[in-house]
Nanobody
C-alpha cells in the first residue's frame, strides 16, 4: 500500500507550487513503472505523468508539461509530483500509481485545491 501526503498545503493560489509524495509500504517501488492520475469533479480520471522502472523516459500530459515534474527515490521507495505554476483547472483529486507485470496498484486520492 501507499502512504501519500501533500507538502506545502493550505490555500494554493494560481501560479503557486505544491508537492505530492507517496511512499510504498514494505515493498520496493523501484521495481515498478510509476505514474500520476487525477480526477476533477464531474470528469473522468485522466493521466498526468508516468515513467518506467528504468527511469529511461518520463512522459507528461500536454496540460501539465513544463509545469509538473515526476520523480522517484528508490532508496526511500517514494514517488513525487512537483507541481509548479498551478492553474485553477489543476484542481482535482490526484492518485499515484505503480505498475508491474499487468498489475496496477493505487494510492489513496490526495485533494489539490487551487483558488480561482
Amino acid at each position: 500500500r501507499f502512504s501519500c501526503r501533500r507538502l506545502g498545503g493550505g490555500l494554493v493560489q494560481p501560479g503557486g507550487s505544491l508537492r505530492l509524495s507517496c511512499a510504498a509500504s514494505r515493498w520496493t517501488l523501484g521495481y515498478y513503472a510509476i505514474g500520476w492520475f487525477r480526477q476533477a469533479p464531474g470528469k473522468e480520471r485522466e493521466w498526468v505523468s508516468c515513467t518506467s522502472s528504468s527511469r529511461g523516459v518520463t512522459y507528461y500530459a500536454d496540460s501539465v508539461k513544463g509545469r509538473f515534474t515526476l520523480s522517484r527515490d528508490n532508496a526511500k521507495s517514494t514517488m513525487d509530483l512537483q507541481m509548479n505554476s498551478l492553474k485553477p483547472e489543476d484542481a482535482a483529486v490526484y492518485f499515484c500509481n505503480a505498475y508491474q507485470n499487468g498489475a496496477n496498484y493505487w494510492g489513496k486520492g490526495t485533494l489539490v485545491t487551487v483558488s480561482s
